[in-house]
């Protein structure tokens, strides 16, 4: 009995002990111990790294990290060097491939623009830069107000069409850092970020018309149809489903009243013939007129 139950103890002892073993392996693992600590080494930024910033050495350094490395990280300060910060790094962050531009890129704005898209500058003042709240990251639509090339047959006047919608501002001025606190910034220059096509649009907009920003909400995605607008409809309003497109001649139709309809008939020419206590009415002769026409509603 008593060898039996000695047995017994033993075996739980050494379960014990098995068991400890493994748990202390696993802790030592999500601590970095020296069974796993040489392949959790990371890269941490020793400095804040701003938009377009190029790094060098001494912005970052080497040291382990406590648990499993954010993926993507860089491992060697080889793959880091000389590349341009898309975003803003703080100090203390992991330095991550997708946060910086392809080594030889450069820095500054140039770095900030995705493949397939172009920055474009838009001269701007306090009203169409709304007062300087128009910061890089926010997004605008893009008005244009002018006179078309056929003023002299349009009787419409001056007009205005939404050229672009949801135009990502890229910087203001020569800043291209995103204000967290959304203060404004007075400058004269905005870049907006476009396709080539849009590129194409707003460098001969900004030539040849007056250019209105117009912002909105980042959240908002929805691209509206407009039909524009004219002088002459800001007095008499638009006609009901006439587009800006239409001929001059016709919207000019459309918008001028039009002659009531008419008709031709024959009015009589009479004459009074007195004669003593006699009086006559003798019909001598009639003649043409037009009289409107009077529409009978059903």
């Known amino acids: 009995m008593n060898k039996r139950f000695l047995g017994v ?20 693992g ?73 080594k030889g890129a450069g820095a500054g704005l140039a770095v900030t623009i995705p493949a397939g898209k172009r920055a474009v500058a838009v001269k701007v003042n306090e009203v169409v830069g ?19 090339p056929n003023a002299a047959k349009d009787t419409l006047g001056s007009q205005a069409r939404t050229l672009l919608q949801n135009v990502e ?23 907006l970020l476009v396709t080539p096509e849009e590129a194409e649009i707003l460098s001969l907009a900004g030539n040849e018309t007056k250019l209105q920003l117009v912002l909105r909400n980042p959240l908002d995605q929805d691209k509206v149809k407009t039909p524009g607008t004219a002088t002459a409809y800001l007095f008499s309003g638009r006609p009901t489903g006439l587009p800006m497109s239409a001929p001059a001649a016709v919207r000019a139709a459309i918008q001028k009243p039009q002659p009531p309809k008419v008709e031709k008939v024959l009015v009589p020419i009479h004459m009074e013939i007195i004669s003593g206590a006699k009086r006559e009415n003798v019909k ?15």
């Open 130 to 148: 709304l007062a300087g709240f128009v910061l890089p990251g926010m997004k605008v639509d893009v008005i244009a107000c002018g006179t078309p």
């Open 169 to 191: 501002v890229l910087s203001a001025g020569q800043n291209i850092q995103r204000e967290p606190d959304g203060k404004p910034v007075t400058v004269q220059v905005v870049n």
């Open 9 to 28: 103890i033993v075996f739980a002892v050494a379960v014990s002990l098995a068991a400890s073993a493994v748990v202390y392996k696993l802790i030592l």
């Open 284 to 298: 001598v002769g009639q003649y043409e007129t037009e009289r409107a026409v009077k529409e009978v509603k059903q």
């Open 30 to 102: 999500r601590l970095g111990g020296a069974a796993g600590g040489g392949d959790r080494q990371a890269l941490v930024a020793t400095r804040d790294m701003p938009i377009g910033y190029l790094v060098k050495e001494g912005d970052f350094t080497v040291t382990n990290w406590g648990g499993p490395l954010p993926p993507g990280s860089i491992k060697t300060a080889e793959d880091v060097i000389g590349r341009g910060s898309l975003v803003l790094t703080q100090r203390g962050e992991v330095l991550l491939n997708s946060h910086f531009a392809q």
